[in-house]
Each structure stands twice: as structure tokens, then as C-alpha cells.
């Protein structure tokens, strides 16, 4: 079991970041949460099987279609118990 958290820069407001993070995320099978922030990056959380963390963090260096990904920060963090994956 494994939790990371992301910050991601680049264009990833306003191109379908989160709605997408959302359905990568529940298809993985890993709980967290993804928003915006008010500097135009975006955050999220992925908690659950190491392997399914680390495909949502490479998920996260590309992004949709329509984002520019400049950079992508990761931060271990210790397993809360999340169950569900959310956009905030």
C-alpha cells in the first residue's frame, strides 16, 4: 500500500485534468482526491497499490489531450485508509 501526493504545473486548468485524473484513478482502483489550486496548479492524492500509484503518477506527467505538463512534484506520504477516489 502506497499514498503520493502531486502537484502538477503547467496548462492543467480548464483541459479536463481532474475529470480525467477522476476516471484514471477509479479504473486503477485507487482512492485520493485531485483539485485545482488558486496559483493554477493542480493537486492530487493516490493511495492504494503501489503499482496502480506509480501508473497515476505517470498518468500525471502526461495528462490529457489538452494540458501542457511542465512539471510534476511527488511526495511520499504514510497510507491514510482512503476508500474512494473524489474531485474536490
Do not use: H, I, Y
Request: with cysteine; charged share 35%.
Amino acid at each position: 500500500m502506497k499514498r503520493v501526493r502531486v502537484v502538477v504545473s503547467g496548462r492543467v486548468q480548464g483541459v479536463f485534468f481532474r475529470v480525467e485524473c477522476e476516471r484514471r484513478a477509479r479504473e486503477l482502483g485507487v482512492a485520493g482526491f485531485v483539485r485545482n489550486l488558486a496559483d493554477g496548479r493542480v493537486e492530487a492524492t493516490f493511495e492504494g497499490p503501489d503499482d496502480a500509484v506509480e501508473v497515476a503518477l505517470a498518468w500525471c506527467r502526461e495528462g490529457p489531450p489538452w494540458a501542457k505538463v511542465e512539471s510534476v512534484e511527488a511526495t511520499e506520504e504514510p497510507p491514510v485508509g482512503e476508500r474512494e477516489f473524489r474531485v474536490r
